[in-house]
Nanobody, 124 residues
Framework: QVQLVESGGGLVQAGGSLRLSCAASGRTFSSYTMGWFRQAPGKEREFVAAISWSATRTYYADSVKGRFTISRDNAKKTGYLQMNSLKPEDTAVYYC?????????????????WGQGTQVTVSS
């Protein structure tokens, strides 16, 4: 079992930055892939970024590449999503997720555990 709790969301102006955190408990944090997804009102949940257990591999959606950075601190059992140059279209509920079996990827069906989400709102 894995429990995930996101924090760090909020309201920010376009061009601003936020850092999301995902605190994990349960299964050994360093043993699984971690990902971030987001869901805007009326839209399906979509992949944002993923990172391998060792942090040696990262993957990003094209829409955030160059603006967002995913990272993790296995000693602190925490994952992060640094979001820079935010745009109004980044407005969504952001979720962290754990994939205990697969290499990091974009497929939402590979992820086994989810946090409750944190709201990010970017004003124009």
């Amino acid at each position: 079992q894995v429990q995930l709790v996101e924090s760090g969301g909020g309201l920010v102006q376009a061009g601003g930055s936020l850092r999301l955190s995902c605190a994990a408990s349960g299964r050994t944090f360093s043993s699984y892939t971690m990902g971030w997804f987001r869901q805007a009102p009326g839209k399906e949940r979509e992949f944002v970024a993923a990172i391998s257990w060792s942090a040696t591999r990262t993957y990003y959606a094209d829409s955030v590449k160059g603006r967002f950075t995913i990272s993790r601190d296995n000693a602190k059992k925490t994952g992060y999503l640094q979001m820079n140059s935010l745009k109004p279209e980044d407005t969504a509920v952001y979720y962290c997720a754990a994939d205990i079996e697969s290499s990091p990827g974009w497929d939402i069906n590979d992820y086994d555990y989810w946090g409750q989400g944190t709201q990010v709102t970017v004003s124009s």
